[in-house]
T-cell receptor, first 116, second 112 residues
Framework: NAGVTQTPKFQVLKTGQSMTLQCAQDMNHNSMYWYRQDPGMGLRLIYYSASEGTTDKGEVPNGYNVSRLNKREFSLRLESAAPSQTSVYFC???????????????FGPGTRLLVL | SQKIEQNSEALNIQEGKTATLTCNYTNYSPAYLQWYRQDPGRGPVFLLL?????KEKRKERLKVTFDTTLKQSLFHITASQPADSATYLC???????????FGKGTMLLVSP
């Protein structure tokens, strides 16, 4: 099992360009998440999808859109990139344990994005 | 406002000693708390979960305590090794919510 995979690993964009970050998991998890991690700010949730067909905003959704393409794949789109979106982006997935709640998350390796 | 605080300064200890990391929170009623390890250039990896009604949880050399009165969790690594050097993140889930909120993490450096 590959776990959670992300593409690309690195990307450099110019201000105003658009791009889509791809994420896939092969663990049959219901829930998927997108985070950004910045120095001194920690991990912040951008969007999440509790199950196939649903998406919800997290703490910092402005400037981003997401698509839960199917159970395996969850993409993050930057329509018009800004320097403030320079960050490391992590995708994660989880499944609800028996008895409810207590989800632990499995993270991908990250995408390092630089917006000039 | 809600806050999760982890010591921003790196913790430096000698090999063989016990490392203790702290996670404090305010204005949360966490249903459970998780600890993750993150190595440079990699995604976080889950280590331990503790529920609000549990005082302590152990896994091999790791121990987590959870004091809802003090609003604090302590994460201990006994007989620490240089390979334990990493950043450790605590994360909370509030009752009724399904998403994690992460602290900023504490870097642990274990010297031989």
């Amino acid at each position: 099992n590959a776990g959670v995979t992300q593409t690309p690993k690195f990307q450099v964009l110019k201000t105003g360009q658009s791009m889509t970050l791809q994420c896939a998991q092969d663990m049959n998890h219901n829930s998927m998440y997108w985070y950004r991690q910045d120095p001194g700010m920690g991990l912040r949730l951008i969007y999440y999808s509790a199950s196939e067909g649903t998406t919800d905003k997290g703490e910092v959704p402005n400037g981003y859109n997401v698509s839960r393409l199917n159970k395996r794949e969850f993409s993050l789109r930057l329509e018009s990139a800004a320097p403030s979106q320079t960050s490391v982006y992590f995708c994660a997935s989880s499944t609800r344990r028996r008895g409810g709640g207590q989800e632990t998350q499995y993270f991908g390796p990250g995408t390092r994005l630089l917006v000039l | 406002s809600q806050k999760i605080e982890q010591n921003s300064e790196a913790l430096n200890i000698q090999e063989g000693k016990t490392a203790t990391l702290t996670c404090n929170y305010t204005n949360y009623s966490p249903a459970y708390l998780q600890w993750y390890r993150q190595d440079p250039g990699r995604g976080p990896v889950f280590l331990l979960l503790i529920r609000e009604n549990e005082k302590e949880k152990r896994k091999e050399r790791l121990k987590v305590t959870f004091d809802t009165t003090l609003k604090q969790s302590l994460f201990h690594i006994t007989a620490s090794q240089p390979a334990d050097s990493a950043t450790y993140l605590c994360a909370l889930v509030s009752a009724g919510y399904s998403t994690l909120t992460f602290g900023k993490g504490t870097m642990l450096l274990v010297s031989p």
